[in-house]
C-alpha cells in the first residue's frame, strides 16, 4: 500500500494536499486532501478520468505549480517530466545541452547507471551529432534526444506524464535503458496506456474525477476499475498527448494562448 502507515521511509510524503479538480471552476478542489507516501521502490501509475487532474499532479511534482493547500515533502531527487525539454535554449548545441545539465544534477550523474558512452551510442543511431544545435534537429531527433536526455541521470522519482513516444518503435533502446536506470528507483505516471504501465509500473492508484482515492494497490486491479469507466479505449490513448508538459505547461488543447494554471 501506499500509505503513511508503511514501514518503509517515503521518498514523496503527500500531507493535507489539495489541487484544483475543474480547468473551467477554479473554486472545484479535491474534497479530502491527500495524505499518502510514495516508498523506495513504488513505480506508480495514479489513474483518473480527469486528464486535467493529472495535468495539476505532474505540473506540481515539477514545482511549476504550487498546490491550494499542503504541501508535498521530498526526501530525496525529482525529476523534469520524462521527455521534457528541461529548461534548455534551443541555440544550444547537444554538448553544450548536457554539460549545462550535468553542472546542476552533478550528483544524479555521478550515481548513474546509464554511462556517457551509452547516451552517445543512442544518439549517434538516430544521426544525433554533438556539435548540433538544437533548433536544427528534426521533429524525430529531437524528441529522441529530450528522452535520452532524461533517462540519463539518475533520479530518485521520474516524472512520466506521456508515454507515447516512450513506446514508440523508435524508442526501443530509450526503454532498455530506462529499465536499467530505474533499479531500485521510483517513479509516478498518469495517463492510462496500459502497456506503459504493466511494463514499467508495479502499483496503481484511482483516483475519482474530484481527485479523491478510490482505490491503491494492485496495478492490474486499479487497470480494471478504471477500464470499467472509459467506453472508448481510443480515447485512452489519445489522451497520452493532450498537454503540453514543458516549460512553458500550456494546456495544448486550448485554442488561445491563456495559461490555464
Given amino acids: 500500500m501506499l500509505n503513511s502507515s508503511s514501514s518503509a521511509k517515503p521518498i514523496l510524503a503527500f500531507d ?3 489541487l484544483r479538480a475543474d480547468k473551467s471552476d477554479s473554486s472545484v478542489l479535491i474534497p479530502s486532501p491527500w495524505n499518502w507516501c510514495l516508498n523506495p521502490g513504488d513505480r506508480l501509475a495514479v489513474m483518473t478520468t480527469n486528464s486535467f487532474l493529472s495535468y495539476q499532479l505532474m505540473a506540481t511534482l515539477s514545482d511549476l ?9 521530498q526526501r530525496g531527487t525529482v525529476s523534469w517530466p520524462l521527455g ?3 529548461g534548455l535554449d534551443s541555440k544550444l548545441t547537444i554538448d553544450q545541452s548536457l554539460d549545462f545539465l550535468s553542472n546542476i544534477y552533478s550528483d544524479c550523474l555521478e550515481k548513474s547507471l546509464i554511462t556517457l558512452e551509452d547516451f552517445d551510442e543512442v544518439l549517434k543511431a538516430q544521426s544525433i551529432e554533438s556539435s548540433s544545435r538544437l533548433k536544427d534537429l528534426e521533429k ?3 524528441d529522441y534526444f ?3 536526455l532524461s533517462i540519463l541521470f539518475s533520479f530518485d522519482v521520474y516524472l512520466v ?3 507515447r513516444y516512450l513506446m514508440s518503435r523508435k524508442a526501443m533502446p530509450l526503454r532498455a535503458l530506462f529499465h536499467r536506470q530505474l533499479e531500485g528507483n521510483s517513479l509516478i505516471s498518469t495517463g492510462r496506456n496500459n502497456r506503459f504501465l504493466r511494463e514499467f509500473c508495479n502499483k496503481g492508484m484511482v483516483l475519482n474525477g474530484l481527485g479523491e482515492v478510490i482505490f491503491q494497490g494492485d496495478l492490474e486491479q486499479a487497470i480494471a476499475l478504471v477500464n470499467q469507466n472509459v467506453a472508448d479505449a481510443a480515447e485512452v490513448d489519445s489522451e497520452d498527448d493532450q498537454f503540453d ?3 512553458s505547461l500550456k494546456n495544448s488543447d486550448r485554442d488561445d494562448s491563456t495559461d490555464v494554471l
Fill in 65 to 73: 505549480v504550487k498546490p491550494v493547500s499542503g504541501e508535498i515533502v
Fill in 140 to 142: 524525430e531527433q529531437k
Fill in 161 to 163: 506524464p506521456k508515454f
Fill in 245 to 247: 508538459l514543458g516549460d
Fill in 84 to 86: 521534457g525539454e528541461g
Fill in 16 to 18: 493535507k494536499f489539495v
Fill in 146 to 148: 529530450y528522452m535520452a
